[in-house]
């Protein structure tokens, strides 16, 4: 695709629900980081794929987050018995080989826990 | 460490010069970021200087570097309506990894 993108773009939930937030990377493109950005702060890392395997998920916050490429292109945030602290808008980006300097970021999926 | 401070707030008029100022603390960060986000937007990377540079210079925009100060800025000549935004700071703490500052938001005024 043209950019990278995230779906959906919006997702209100319920405390205790399960989400997957969707990441679609430009076509080609190896690496895929996932962000997450909470109201006023700047976005936080929360995990780095090289192809299919996380190289680094050092950020997810707790074990109620997980992500996976399986295929070494789309990925899934997933997140488990949602809590309110958990409303934040999620970035996706990609780049063509890791390196910060040529990553792409999608619009975010703004999740509001209720 | 791996914080990034910078004012929250920048208001300049129409046709001035904006600049914003950033600290980071991780001396090993190769390179160092800029980053525009507008409401409903994605994060657009404006610019990013290497740490062995002083300055780079990229039409209107102009990053200062003190490595020494770990201190950053974004200069923003003759800035227009649509430069406002929240502007990030961000230090590279590695090849994939980026530590954000929490945004400077930019008001121009007629």
């Known amino acids: 695709g043209a950019g990278v993108s995230q779906t959906p773009s919006n997702k209100v939930t319920e405390k205790g629900k399960y989400v997957e937030l969707r990441c679609d990377p430009i076509?080609?493109?190896?690496?895929l980081y996932w962000y997450r950005q909470s109201l006023g702060q700047g976005p936080e890392f929360l995990i780095y794929?090289?192809?299919?395997?996380?190289?680094?998920d050092s950020g997810l916050p707790n074990d109620r987050f997980f992500a996976v490429r399986p295929e070494g292109s789309v990925s899934t945030l997933k997140i488990q018995r949602t809590e309110r602290g958990d409303s934040a808008v999620y970035l996706c980006?990609?780049?063509?080989?890791?390196?910060?300097?040529?990553?792409?970021f999608g619009q975010g999926t703004r999740l509001t826990v209720v | 460490g791996e914080d990034v401070e910078q004012s929250l707030f920048l208001s300049v008029r129409e046709g001035d010069s904006s600049v914003i100022n950033c600290t980071y603390t991780d001396s090993s960060s190769t390179y160092l970021y800029w980053y525009k986000q507008e409401p409903g937007a994605g994060l657009q990377l404006l610019t990013y200087i290497f740490s062995n540079m002083d300055m780079k210079q990229d039409q209107r925009l102009t990053v200062l570097l003190n490595k020494k100060d770990k201190h950053l800025s974004l200069r923003i000549a003759d800035t227009q309506t649509g430069d406002s935004a929240i502007y990030f700071c961000?230090?590279?703490?590695?090849?994939?990894?980026?530590?954000f500052g929490a945004g400077t938001t930019v008001t121009v005024r007629a």
């Open positions: 980006a990609s780049s063509l080989e890791p390196g910060n300097t040529e990553a792409f």
């Open positions: 794929f090289q192809g299919t395997g996380a190289a680094d």
């Open positions: 076509s080609g493109h190896t690496a």
């Open positions: 961000a230090e590279g703490l590695n090849d994939y990894k980026l530590s």
